[in-house]
Nanobody, 124 residues
């Protein structure tokens, strides 16, 4: 059974940093494209970042967030710097099918597996 487990969320002040982790088990994900999405209260789920052959970022986080992966440990990270109150959300990691086209990685519909999410709260 495929599992994605996020960790690293928490409460941080504006301007601070957090690093989210997503550990995959049940299948070797070191070649699968991976992504991070978030859902803020009262808002739709939105794309944050993805890593496949290249990395992709939402405009709202570009220059502040960095996605990376440790293939040896089937873990994907999201380093979040210069956090803002509007970054407050539940953050989800997701895995896309092998060979997914890059254009699909910014859409939630392009992903097959999802974690349960981790809460990030940024205070002003």
């Amino acid at each position: 059974q495929v599992q994605l487990v996020e960790s690293g969320g928490g409460l941080v002040r504006a301007g601070g940093s957090l690093r989210l982790s997503c550990a995959a088990s049940g299948r070797t994900f070191n070649r699968y494209p991976m992504g991070w999405f978030r859902r803020a209260p009262g808002k739709e789920r939105e794309f944050v970042a993805a890593i496949g052959r290249n990395t992709y970022y939402a405009d709202s986080v570009k220059g502040r967030f960095t996605i990376s992966r440790d293939n040896a440990n089937d873990t994907v990270y999201l380093q979040m710097n210069s956090l803002k109150p509007e970054d407050t959300a539940v953050y989800y990691c997701a895995a896309a099918p092998l060979g997914s086209a890059s254009r699909t990685l910014q859409s939630a519909g392009g992903y097959a597996y999802w974690g349960q999410g981790t809460q990030v709260t940024v205070s002003s």
